[in-house]
């Protein structure tokens, strides 16, 4: 035995060795001395690590006496021992290696338990220190590394039954008051841990499972009461039984002992350990519960005992009421999920286990007639299971808050589920109804019992949280066979479901929203189930409906679509509109009734309309206008005689109409939206159809002209005066007087909407249908003026007068009542005859005036509601944008009939709703300015020369408003004659265009606010095409332009604009746009381009001068680079191209350029050195750009060349230098960025190497220490994108122009160890392998790249590509993507892409492709390597994907082995689809689609033998887009919406393609069609997803033949066969028909 001593935690203490020899010859009389005088007085350490010193002290000065320890354990039994001194005793013999007990482990342990049971028992007594000294001796003792490694070693160590007893008294006394215990918490917690740390130890409670079910109790117990207790003062949370949590808020009234006296950090500590108990108690108690062998005292036990704690501490641990208590006691997400799902496997094994099948039958179930009774020997499981579980979850004392309830009972169903619905079982119909009888007992536990008197739940809203869940799972279950229902059990679960529903409508919570959602589920199951109270559902779900806040109305209009969905797939829609009728014309509850129509409610129903059978949308409007003149009409009529005969007197009789007035409006509405949803009739539509659509007509104008007698008779007389005498009256802004009654207004209302209605349709019925026949006014006697079409210039003027003068009009009314006028506005347009009269000019003017109605429209500027597009909708609120939204929709129709005072009201709304801030309205809403936004960039405005310069005019007026108003202190000929006549001359702007820029004069000082207000208008010029300008605006306002960018300045007070940078900005970047426009050339006539480049380039120069620019390094200055830069560009290709005074233009621009005045200030100014630099590199750039067109424009081109790179040098010199050294003059142009350097480095390089044609060039030795900076400098650190993207292009003409001036010497590098071609190409694969480039930066380096591959293979030599080859090798290599070096694999990757898209020659092109199957290869084994790890998704596995693509692309006709293409098969088939964000699904989806696309398209060939394996991975895309497409409840709304439809836009787009080459697919595409609905039947998928994924599968289905449709309707389960049947049957329906009219005029 080795010799050395350790202490309880097994470290070894340090040996003092004299003192042991001094007391080695000591007498056994002074063993108690000794030891009372170590001045411990009987007290343990209290932590592992605080005494050990003791211990090693009392070793170290005891360790020569062993052998008279050998009866030590004679001291502990003896009662003459005092029992501090026992202690001492017990200690030192454990962490004595010398002092030899046999089996001392068990003997102390024995020791200790017997002294604490004993003094509990009242048998021994000693001191409360002493007490506490033995509790901590056995928790250091458990816990102690020497009992673990005796454990290890086969020794056995057990607790007695007695002291694991005395543990569960302890506690429980903790879950009533830990405050009158005689031990610390904490110590109790951390002795029961020991106790359960190992399995020996422990096996006291393992093996007797009473003993650990009355531990996982009472731990249970006590961590609830931690949780209770833990909650806020101000929290009322109900206390639970007695049985799980004691006396929660009671508080000891002894003073408590000093050891329990415990801080908040004492508190967590406590909380911690305990939970962490929990944890093991749990788990240890699942492990036993595995082993026991009668799963029958398993179920009683847990329903018994603990089911309660179990469930209240579920609820504790997962409910968000209990949040601040997971917060205080610091409980992490991850612990609160580990208990919940202990406690959930606890549950479902111990009370749903496949041996208590059978007993759940015998109770459930009901006996058959003819069979003995139930409950004989052939069951051997406890009595009624679930009539005792549901005794403990309610009905029996004591009871359980109801919000525990509520949340275990669903979660019990579940439980049951998933145990004895989903095992695959012979007699699936009897588990089916098992569960369903599982179903009616949990019902009642919530307080719903299905019974004649009314039900009272504790809580409303949780209860229906329950059943809906309780539903939800029974319908995803799919218990309820309703065919088997009816025939088999009589009705059993329908009868159940309809109760439920009673109580739903007798006790209805609409406020709720889970009542709706109830409501839906069981729609689901079976509409049958709501259709007897549909009129119910009707009445409190929509049409009575109160206004009630966002969750319920989105509850309430799910549920509303869900039964339009459901009536229309049965075809029964005009059943459900015939209830929907009924309920509308009922007495309304309320004096006024919600909106009957809301957004998604309408949009449901547009799409049922259409796709309900054109007859049946035809019969629901019948059935509208029916109810109409059954119940409305003659109600009205009854009311408005009663009134005459009565008077004024009949205040009942108003009630009524209003009343009647309202469902009629809501009727129209209705009637509205349907007949706008409706699929038109056309010649192909049958004549039994067309005739349906006739008689539909022909009734509406009856009822038309019902309703139209019934509205009060004004005198019409003077109708056939003019127009114009009741303009003015026309003009008042449209409010409802308060002389007019309420349903004098709602009936005018819908007459208008009703008159509205019949002339789109009738109109639409005509064009289509050469059958139909629109009626005339005279086959119906009695028709109104409003509804007559035989003239319809006649009914324009009819039509303007009554209404416009009526004061009963409303808004609704004007806007229809403008609607009607445009119909009968296009009709004039369309009868050429009619246009041919005199009159007609004038009756068509005023119609468009009354539709423009310029009074009203002024107010449009300053209206700021938002709008749903619903001319139903209309309101007083809303009116202006849906006259806006008329009048700018219809501007192609009303422009030539409008005057300049009606153009320009037009353009003031126009701009000033620009100007004012756009609102934030949702995606589907309308505003003024987010109309006029439309509006001005549509090709509308453009196709309207009248009303675009008109536009462009006042946007110029107020430009010259702004600079009039500004501060001008000296004389400008241009503002001062705009203010005498209003006149703007572009000579003027000349004259002082020209001035300014010589003499560096400012005519004009901007503020704050009107520079801001410039910025704006600016802004919306930028919006305007240039090409719709003509000449005159074009010439005003580009001089107008110029002008303020050379004369006008921003005061010091307009600082926050960053120095008018960005408002330069912004000016130069509109003429530049300018000088695109199509008649740009006609400025060039006023002004000589060259002066135009010089007064733009001189005023940036005098302003930098002056200061006026701060920074080079911040945005706006950046953006007015690089719009100066395209400015020059622009107008000089434009120069060029025009052919006109070139040389003459160009060499005055360049000799400008390189004036001494402009380079004298550039050494001292950075700014005006960049603006030199890009002027010159510009100017540079585009005229090398021209070389070549012909050889007297080469020959000017080559002499301005060779003037501006000559002026370029010394200034990129001058830059050079100042980076390098640090002269005091030469700071200022540090500040430089090094992109604008290398870009301008660049062009000089280009333009020199065009216009010289020696062999050296002038800068060589310049070009030579660049680019050996520039590889030194790419990839040593994190750079900027710009800088590397115009390194890169540096490198590419530093490699062209070595190659053309070196010749030779350059390219023979095959005996060189290092050349050029070598280091540029080891440096490019450092960059695209560094570790701060990011995935997008990659991406944004890839073109560069390329272009620099193609310059450097153009002309490779074998050598060259050997090297090139070797690098790609070397790079695609999995240990390196093993050992995390992802980028140097994918760099290569990369490289090996962009190669194969360049040109090489002949020869290294053969060699290229022969080495193309190895690097497809070595791709597709990187590919299923990186695919095992999901965080390499994005950044790794789409990349390579995307690289085979190329290869296939790049490799049609050249890879001719259909293995490889096999090989890339298979590597898609691994790409992670699943657990992944929207946006790296989206980059990986993406990357198969593609790559499936590259086969499909370039190796056709392959697809005969590998057609399998391309449908298995596009299968997988097609399964990944259902799963992630599906609808996930409230939540399917947002951003990442978008990414899933383009994805289901892709599949579509392949369907499409794999039905072009039918021939590799036709024996394959019922397999195709079969994997399509088997995928279907799983999910329910969202209808934009869906729409897609449908019109692809379509096209598969156009190769099936008939014998396919019967193999698989016979071959496929049930319930995928019905998703198979309702997708044929509208495939027959939709698709079918188009595709055979199609082949008619196929040849």
Same mark, same amino acid.
């Given at each position: 035995?080795?010799?050395?001593?350790?202490?309880?935690?097994?470290?070894?203490?340090?040996?003092?060795?004299?003192?042991?020899?001094?007391?080695?010859?000591?007498?056994?009389?002074?063993?108690?001395?000794?030891?009372?005088?170590?001045?411990?007085?009987? #007290?343990?350490?209290?932590?592992?690590?605080?005494?050990?010193?003791?211990?090693?002290?009392?070793?170290?000065?005891?360790?020569?006496?062993?052998?008279?320890?050998?009866?030590?354990?004679?001291?502990?039994?003896?009662?003459?021992?005092?029992?501090?001194?026992?202690?001492?005793?017990?200690?030192?013999?454990?962490?004595?290696?010398?002092?030899?007990?046999?089996?001392?482990?068990?003997?102390?342990?024995?020791?200790?338990?017997?002294?604490?049971?004993?003094?509990?028992?009242?048998?021994?007594?000693?001191?409360?220190?002493?007490?506490?000294?033995?509790?901590?001796?056995?928790?250091?003792?458990?816990?102690?590394?020497?009992?673990?490694?005796?454990?290890?070693?086969?020794?056995?160590?057990?607790?007695?039954?007695?002291?694991?007893?005395?543990?569960?008294?302890?506690?429980?006394?903790?879950?009533?008051?830990?405050?009158?215990?005689?031990?610390?918490?904490?110590?109790?917690?951390?002795?029961?841990?020991?106790?359960?740390?190992?399995?020996?130890?422990?096996?006291?409670?393992? /093996?007797?499972?009473?003993?650990?079910?009355?531990?996982?109790?009472?731990?249970?117990?006590?961590?609830?009461?931690?949780?209770?207790?833990?909650?806020?003062?101000?929290?009322?949370?109900?206390?639970?039984?007695?049985?799980?949590?004691?006396?929660?808020?009671?508080?000891?009234?002894?003073?408590?002992?000093?050891?329990?006296?415990?801080?908040?950090?004492?508190?967590?500590?406590?909380?911690?350990?305990?939970?962490?108990?929990?944890?093991?108690?749990?788990?240890?108690?699942?492990?036993?519960?595995?082993?026991?062998?009668?799963?029958?005292?398993?179920?009683?036990?847990?329903?018994?005992?603990?089911?309660?704690?179990?469930?209240?501490?579920?609820?504790?641990?997962?409910?968000?009421?209990?949040?601040?208590?997971?917060?205080?006691?610091?409980?992490?997400?991850?612990?609160?999920?580990?208990?919940?799902?202990?406690?959930?496997?606890?549950?479902?094994?111990?009370?749903?286990?496949?041996?208590?099948?059978?007993?759940?039958?015998?109770?459930?179930?009901?006996?058959?007639?003819? /069979?003995?009774?139930?409950?004989?020997?052939?069951?051997?499981?406890?009595?009624?299971?679930?009539?005792?579980?549901?005794?403990?979850?309610?009905?029996?004392?004591?009871?359980?808050?109801?919000?525990?309830?509520?949340?275990?009972?669903?979660?019990?169903?579940?439980?049951?589920?998933?145990?004895?619905?989903?095992?695959?079982?012979?007699? !699936?119909?009897?588990?089916?109804?098992?569960?369903?009888?599982?179903?009616?007992?949990?019902?009642?536990?919530?307080?719903?019992?299905?019974?004649?008197?009314?039900?009272?739940?504790?809580?409303?809203?949780?209860?229906?949280?329950?059943?809906?869940?309780?539903?939800?799972?029974?319908?995803?279950?799919?218990?309820?066979?309703?065919?088997?229902?009816?025939?088999?059990?009589?009705?059993?679960?329908?009868?159940?479901?309809?109760?439920?529903?009673?109580?739903?409508?007798?006790?209805?919570?609409?406020?709720?929203?889970?009542?709706?959602?109830?409501?839906?589920?069981?729609?689901?199951?079976?509409?049958?189930?709501?259709?007897?109270?549909?009129?119910?559902?009707?009445?409190?779900?929509?049409?009575?409906?109160?206004?009630?806040?966002?969750?319920?109305?989105?509850?309430?209009?799910?549920?509303?679509?869900?039964?339009?969905?459901?009536?229309?797939?049965?075809?029964?829609?005009?059943?459900?509109?015939?209830?929907?009728?009924?309920?509308?014309?009922?007495?309304?509850?309320?004096?006024?009734?919600?909106?009957?129509?809301?957004?998604?409610?309408?949009?449901?129903?547009?799409?049922?309309?259409?796709?309900?059978?054109?007859?049946?949308?035809?019969?629901?409007?019948?059935?509208?206008?029916?109810?109409?003149?059954?119940?409305?009409?003659?109600?009205?009529?009854?009311?408005?005689?009663?009134?005459?005969?009565?008077?004024?007197?009949?205040?009942?009789?108003?009630?009524?109409?209003?009343?009647?007035?309202?469902?009629?409006?809501?009727?129209?509405?209705?009637?509205?939206?349907?007949?706008?949803?409706?699929?038109?009739?056309?010649?192909?539509?049958?004549?039994?159809?067309?005739?349906?659509?006739?008689?539909?007509?022909?009734?509406?104008?009856?009822?038309?002209?019902?309703?139209?007698?019934?509205?009060?008779?004004?005198?019409?007389?003077?109708?056939? #005066?003019?127009?114009?005498?009741?303009?003015?009256?026309?003009?008042?802004?449209?409010?409802?007087?308060?002389?007019?009654?309420?349903? !004098?207004?709602?009936?005018?209302?819908?007459?208008?909407?009703?008159?509205?209605?019949?002339?789109?349709?009738?109109?639409?019925?005509?064009?289509?249908?050469?059958?139909?026949?629109?009626?005339?006014?005279?086959?119906?006697?009695?028709?109104?003026?409003?509804?007559?079409?035989?003239?319809?210039?006649?009914?324009?003027?009819?039509?303007?007068?009554?209404?416009?003068?009526?004061?009963?009009?409303?808004?609704?009314?004007?806007?229809?009542?403008?609607?009607?006028?445009?119909?009968?506005?296009?009709?004039?347009?369309?009868?050429?005859?009619?246009?041919?009269?005199?009159?007609?000019?004038?009756?068509?003017?005023?119609?468009?005036?009354?539709?423009?109605?310029?009074?009203?429209?002024?107010?449009?500027?300053?209206?700021?509601?938002?709008?749903?597009?619903?001319?139903?909708?209309?309101?007083?609120?809303?009116?202006?944008?849906?006259?806006?939204?008329?009048?700018?929709?219809?501007?192609?129709?009303?422009?030539?009939?409008?005057?300049?005072?009606?153009?320009?009201?037009?353009?003031?709304?126009?701009?000033?709703?620009?100007?004012?801030?756009?609102?934030?309205?949702?995606?589907?809403?309308?505003?003024?300015?987010?109309?006029?936004? !439309?509006?001005?960039?549509?090709?509308?405005?453009?196709?309207?020369?009248?009303?675009?310069?008109?536009?462009?005019?006042?946007?110029?007026?107020?430009?010259?408003?702004?600079?009039?108003?500004?501060?001008?202190?000296?004389?400008?000929?241009?503002?001062?004659?705009?203010?005498?006549?209003?006149?703007?001359?572009?000579?003027?702007?000349?004259?002082?265009?020209?001035?300014?820029?010589?003499?560096?004069?400012?005519?004009?000082?901007?503020?704050?606010?009107?520079?801001?207000?410039?910025?704006?208008?600016?802004?919306?010029?930028?919006?305007?095409?240039?090409?719709?300008?003509?000449?005159?605006?074009?010439?005003?306002?580009?001089?107008?332009?110029?002008?303020?960018?050379?004369?006008?300045?921003?005061?010091?007070?307009?600082?926050?604009?960053?120095?008018?940078?960005?408002?330069?900005?912004?000016?130069?970047?509109?003429?530049?746009?300018?000088?695109?426009?199509?008649?740009?050339?006609?400025?060039?006539?006023?002004?000589?381009?060259?002066?135009?480049?010089?007064?733009?380039?001189?005023?940036?120069?005098?302003?930098?001068?002056?200061?006026?620019?701060?920074?080079?390094?911040?945005?706006?200055?950046?953006?007015?680079?690089?719009?100066?830069?395209?400015?020059?560009?622009?107008?000089?290709?434009?120069?060029?191209?025009?052919?006109?005074?070139?040389?003459?233009?160009?060499?005055?621009?360049?000799?400008?350029?390189? #004036?001494?005045?402009?380079?004298?200030?550039?050494?001292?100014?950075?700014?005006?050195?960049?603006?030199?630099?890009?002027?010159?590199?510009?100017?540079?750039?585009?005229?090398?750009?021209?070389?070549?067109?012909?050889?007297?424009?080469?020959?000017?081109?080559?002499?301005?060349?060779?003037?501006?790179?000559?002026?370029?040098?010394?200034?990129?010199?001058?830059?050079?230098?100042?980076?390098?050294?640090?002269?005091?003059?030469?700071?200022?142009?540090?500040?430089?960025?090094?992109?604008?350097?290398?870009?301008?480095?660049?062009?000089?390089?280009?333009?020199?190497?065009?216009?010289?044609?020696?062999?050296?060039?002038?800068?060589?030795?310049?070009?030579?220490?660049?680019?050996?900076?520039?590889?030194?400098?790419?990839?040593?650190?994190?750079?900027?994108?710009?800088?590397?993207?115009?390194?890169?292009?540096?490198?590419?003409?530093?490699?062209?122009?070595?190659?053309?001036?070196?010749?030779?010497?350059?390219?023979?590098?095959?005996?060189?160890?290092?050349?050029?071609?070598?280091?540029?190409?080891?440096?490019?694969?450092?960059?695209?392998?560094?570790?701060?480039?990011?995935?997008?930066?990659?991406?944004?380096?890839?073109?560069?790249?390329?272009?620099?591959?193609?310059?450097?293979?153009?002309?490779?030599?074998?050598?060259?590509?050997?090297?090139?080859?070797?690098?790609?090798?070397?790079?695609?290599?999995?240990?390196?993507?093993?050992?995390?070096?992802?980028?140097?694999?994918?760099?290569?990757?990369?490289?090996?892409?962009?190669?194969?898209?360049?040109?090489?020659?002949?020869?290294?092109?053969?060699?290229?492709?022969?080495?193309?199957?190895?690097?497809?290869?070595?791709?597709?084994?990187?590919?299923?390597?990186?695919?095992?790890?999901?965080?390499?998704?994005?950044?790794?596995?789409?990349?390579?994907?995307?690289?085979?693509?190329?290869?296939?692309?790049?490799?049609?006709?050249?890879?001719?082995?259909?293995?490889?293409?096999?090989?890339?098969?298979?590597?898609?088939?691994?790409?992670?689809?699943?657990?992944?964000?929207?946006?790296?699904?989206?980059?990986?989806?993406?990357?198969?689609?593609?790559?499936?696309?590259?086969?499909?398209?370039?190796? /056709?060939?392959?697809?005969?033998?590998?057609?399998?394996?391309?449908?298995?991975?596009?299968?997988?895309?097609?399964?990944?887009?259902?799963?992630?497409?599906?609808?996930?409840?409230?939540?399917?709304?947002?951003?990442?919406?978008?990414?899933?439809?383009?994805?289901?836009?892709?599949?579509?787009?392949?369907?499409?393609?794999?039905?072009?080459? #039918?021939?590799?697919?036709?024996?394959?595409?019922?397999?195709?069609?079969?994997?399509?609905?088997?995928?279907?039947?799983?999910?329910?998928?969202?209808?934009?997803?869906?729409?897609?994924?449908?019109?692809?599968?379509?096209?598969?289905?156009?190769?099936?033949?008939?014998?396919?449709?019967?193999?698989?309707?016979?071959?496929?389960?049930?319930?995928?066969?019905?998703?198979?049947?309702?997708?044929?049957?509208?495939?027959?329906?939709?698709?079918? /028909?188009?595709?055979?009219?199609?082949?008619?005029?196929?040849?």
């Amino acid at each position: 035995m080795s010799r050395a001593r350790r202490d309880l935690c097994g470290r070894e203490p340090t040996r003092q060795t004299g003192e042991g020899d001094r007391l080695a010859g000591r007498p056994k009389s002074l063993i108690r001395t000794l030891v009372a005088s170590d001045g411990c007085q009987g #007290s343990l350490p209290s932590t592992r690590t605080g005494g050990v010193e003791v211990w090693v002290r009392e070793a170290a000065t005891s360790a020569t006496m062993a052998a008279i320890y050998s009866g030590i354990h004679l001291k502990l039994k003896s009662p003459h021992t005092p029992w501090e001194d026992k202690l001492k005793l017990a200690r030192f013999a454990w962490i004595s290696c010398q002092c030899l007990l046999p089996n001392k482990e068990q003997v102390l342990l024995d020791w200790c338990t017997y002294a604490l049971t004993g003094w509990y028992n009242k048998k021994v007594q000693f001191s409360q220190n002493v007490l506490e000294g033995l509790w901590r001796y056995l928790d250091d003792f458990l816990h102690s590394r020497k009992l673990q490694i005796a454990l290890k070693q086969g020794k056995t160590v057990s607790v007695r039954l007695n002291m694991a007893q005395l543990l569960l008294d302890l506690l429980e006394e903790c879950a009533g008051d830990s405050t009158r215990l005689s031990v610390g918490v904490s110590t109790l917690l951390s002795v029961c841990q020991g106790v359960l740390s190992s399995p020996a130890v422990s096996s006291i409670f393992t /093996t007797k499972y009473d003993l650990m079910v009355s531990l996982s109790v009472k731990v249970c117990s006590f961590a609830c009461r931690q949780l209770q207790q833990a909650l806020p003062a101000g929290s009322h949370q109900p206390d639970f039984t007695a049985d799980t949590v004691r006396d929660l808020d009671s508080q000891s009234d002894g003073k408590p002992k000093p050891e329990l006296e415990e801080n908040k950090p004492k508190e967590n500590n406590l909380s911690a350990h305990l939970f962490e108990l929990l944890l093991q108690v749990l788990t240890s108690y699942l492990s036993v519960q595995r082993q026991q062998a009668n799963p029958n005292r398993v179920l009683t036990l847990v329903t018994n005992q603990m089911i309660q704690p179990l469930v209240v501490l579920r609820h504790m641990v997962t409910s968000a009421e209990y949040a601040h208590s997971h917060t205080h006691l610091r409980l992490s997400q991850q612990l609160c999920r580990d208990v919940r799902v202990k406690i959930d496997s606890i549950l479902q094994l111990s009370l749903f286990s496949a041996e208590h099948l059978a007993s759940y039958k015998e109770e459930l179930l009901p006996s058959k007639e003819g /069979t003995r009774k139930r409950g004989t020997a052939e069951t051997k499981g406890p009595p009624r299971p679930a009539n005792a579980l549901l005794c403990k979850l309610g009905s029996c004392e004591p009871l359980l808050i109801y919000s525990v309830r509520s949340n275990t009972i669903p979660l019990l169903y579940k439980f049951f589920l998933e145990s004895y619905r989903k095992a695959r079982v012979e007699n !699936e119909e009897e588990q089916a109804m098992l569960c369903f009888y599982f179903l009616t007992r949990l019902v009642p536990a919530l307080d719903l019992c299905p019974s004649s008197s009314p039900c009272s739940p504790e809580s409303w809203s949780l209860a229906l949280l329950a059943v809906e869940s309780l539903l939800s799972q029974a319908l995803c279950a799919d218990i309820y066979n309703v065919t088997a229902d009816r025939i088999r059990h009589a009705g059993v679960q329908f009868n159940f479901y309809r109760s439920l529903v009673r109580i739903f409508f007798n006790q209805a919570q609409p406020s709720i929203p889970a009542w709706y959602r109830c409501l839906k589920v069981l729609l689901g199951l079976n509409h049958l189930i709501l259709e007897p109270d549909l009129d119910e559902l009707l009445s409190s779900a929509w049409v009575d409906a109160e206004c009630m806040e966002v969750r319920v109305q989105r509850a309430r209009q799910l549920m509303l679509c869900s039964v339009l969905q459901t009536y229309t797939k049965l075809r029964q829609l005009p059943f459900f509109f015939s209830e929907l009728l009924s309920v509308i014309c009922r007495p309304s509850l309320d004096n006024l009734r919600p909106p009957l129509l809301c957004d998604d409610v309408s949009a449901s129903l547009t799409t049922s309309v259409l796709d309900t059978p054109p007859s049946q949308g035809l019969e629901i409007c019948s059935l509208v206008l029916d109810r109409m003149k059954k119940y409305i009409i003659p109600n009205l009529l009854k009311e408005v005689q009663q009134a005459e005969i009565d008077g004024d007197n009949s205040k009942g009789g108003d009630q009524e109409k209003e009343d009647a007035s309202l469902k009629l409006f809501s009727l129209s509405q209705l009637l509205h939206v349907v007949l706008f949803s409706l699929k038109t009739i056309d010649d192909a539509s049958p004549r039994p159809l067309v005739r349906q659509a006739q008689s539909l007509m022909e009734e509406m104008q009856q009822v038309l002209s019902s309703l139209q007698r019934l509205l009060p008779t004004e005198k019409t007389t003077t109708a056939t #005066s003019s127009v114009q005498k009741k303009k003015k009256k026309k003009k008042a802004s449209p409010k409802t007087s308060k002389t007019v009654s309420l349903w !004098e207004q709602k009936t005018q209302e819908a007459v208008l909407l009703l008159s509205y209605t019949w002339g789109e349709v009738d109109t639409l019925f005509h064009l289509h249908c050469s059958k139909y026949t629109s009626f005339d006014s005279t086959e119906i006697p009695g028709k109104s003026e409003i509804l007559s079409d035989a003239s319809a210039l006649t009914n324009i003027e009819n039509l303007l007068h009554p209404f416009a003068a009526s004061p009963s009009c409303s808004p609704f009314s004007f806007v229809h009542l403008k609607l009607r006028t445009l119909q009968y506005f296009k009709k004039v347009l369309f009868d050429s005859a009619s246009l041919m009269e005199s009159s007609t000019a004038e009756s068509l003017n005023s119609a468009a005036r009354f539709i423009i109605a310029r009074d009203e429209l002024y107010a449009c500027s300053e209206d700021d509601h938002a709008w749903d597009g619903q001319m139903s909708s209309v309101d007083s609120s809303t009116y202006r944008v849906a006259h806006w939204y008329i009048v700018t929709t219809n501007l192609p129709l009303l422009t030539a009939f409008l005057n300049q005072e009606d153009m320009r009201c037009i353009v003031d709304i126009l701009v000033c709703s620009l100007l004012r801030k756009q609102s934030n309205e949702g995606k589907d809403q309308l505003s003024i300015s987010h109309i006029s936004s !439309e509006l001005l960039q549509s090709s509308i405005l453009v196709e309207l020369p009248s009303l675009f310069s008109a536009t462009v005019g006042s946007l110029t007026q107020r430009i010259m408003g702004v600079l009039t108003a500004a501060d001008v202190p000296k004389i400008c000929q241009t503002l001062e004659k705009y203010r005498e006549a209003g006149e703007l001359r572009p000579s003027l702007l000349v004259e002082d265009i020209k001035m300014s820029s010589q003499s560096g004069q400012v005519f004009v000082f901007l503020s704050y606010a009107q520079t801001k207000e410039l910025i704006d208008l600016l802004q919306i010029l930028s919006s305007l095409n240039p090409d719709g300008l003509n000449s005159e605006d074009l010439s005003s306002l580009f001089l107008l332009l110029t002008f303020i960018l050379t004369s006008a300045s921003c005061q010091s007070e307009a600082s926050d604009l960053g120095d008018c940078t960005g408002f330069l900005g912004k000016l130069l970047r509109m003429l530049a746009c300018l000088v695109e426009g199509r008649n740009f050339q006609s400025v060039l006539k006023i002004i000589y381009g060259s002066t135009l480049l010089q007064a733009v380039v001189s005023s940036l120069f005098w302003r930098s001068r002056k200061g006026q620019f701060s920074s080079t390094s911040n945005s706006d200055w950046l953006e007015l680079m690089a719009a100066m830069q395209d400015f020059i560009t622009f107008l000089v290709q434009l120069i060029i191209v025009r052919n006109s005074s070139v040389r003459l233009n160009l060499d005055s621009f360049a000799s400008f350029l390189i #004036s001494k005045e402009n380079t004298s200030n550039t050494r001292v100014s950075g700014m005006s050195l960049q603006l030199l630099l890009g002027s010159l590199a510009s100017f540079s750039k585009v005229m090398n750009s021209n070389m070549g067109r012909n050889k007297q424009l080469d020959d000017t081109l080559t002499q301005l060349l060779t003037k501006s790179t000559s002026s370029l040098g010394p200034h990129v010199e001058l830059v050079l230098k100042a980076r390098n050294i640090s002269e005091p003059g030469l700071q200022p142009v540090c500040i430089l960025s090094p992109a604008f350097v290398v870009d301008t480095v660049t062009t000089m390089l280009w333009c020199e190497l065009s216009s010289n044609n020696r062999k050296t060039l002038k800068h060589n030795p310049l070009y030579q220490s660049f680019s050996q900076q520039i590889l030194k400098e790419m990839n040593s650190a994190a750079r900027p994108v710009d800088f590397l993207v115009s390194s890169l292009n540096f490198l590419s003409a530093f490699y062209k122009t070595a190659v053309k001036t070196g010749g030779k010497e350059v390219q023979d590098e095959d005996k060189r160890e290092s050349g050029m071609f070598r280091q540029i190409i080891r440096n490019v694969h450092r960059l695209l392998s560094a570790p701060w480039l990011s995935p997008s930066e990659t991406c944004e380096l890839e073109p560069a790249v390329q272009d620099l591959l193609r310059h450097l293979v153009e002309n490779i030599t074998s050598y060259q590509l050997s090297l090139l080859l070797l690098m790609i090798r070397d790079g695609l290599d999995t240990c390196k993507l093993w050992a995390g070096n992802y980028k140097e694999v994918l760099a290569a990757i990369t490289i090996a892409k962009l190669l194969f898209c360049c040109q090489l020659p002949d020869h290294s092109s053969r060699a290229l492709w022969l080495f193309a199957p190895q690097i497809l290869s070595a791709m597709v084994f990187l590919v299923r390597s990186s695919s095992q790890d999901l965080s390499l998704t994005l950044t790794f596995t789409t990349p390579t994907v995307t690289a085979m693509v190329t290869l296939l692309r790049q490799g049609e006709g050249l890879i001719d082995n259909p293995h490889h293409v096999a090989l890339v098969l298979g590597a898609l088939q691994v790409v992670p689809l699943e657990h992944l964000s929207p946006s790296v699904y989206q980059s990986a989806f993406l990357a198969v689609h593609e790559a499936l696309f590259a086969i499909i398209q370039c190796h /056709t060939q392959v697809m005969l033998n590998t057609a399998p394996s391309f449908l298995n991975v596009f299968y997988r895309l097609v399964s990944s887009i259902m799963q992630e497409g599906r609808q996930r409840g409230d939540g399917d709304a947002g951003g990442d919406s978008e990414v899933y439809l383009q994805c289901s836009r892709l599949v579509e787009r392949m369907y499409s393609h794999i039905a072009a080459i #039918s021939e590799s697919f036709t024996t394959l595409s019922a397999f195709m069609v079969a994997q399509y609905v088997t995928e279907l039947q799983k999910v329910t998928l969202r209808p934009e997803i869906k729409l897609h994924l449908t019109e692809g599968i379509y096209q598969i289905l156009d190769l099936c033949i008939e014998q396919d449709i019967k193999f698989l309707t016979a071959g496929l389960p049930s319930g995928v066969r019905e998703v198979l049947n309702e997708l044929y049957s509208s495939y027959t329906h939709y698709h079918k /028909t188009q595709r055979q009219g199609e082949d008619k005029y196929t040849v």
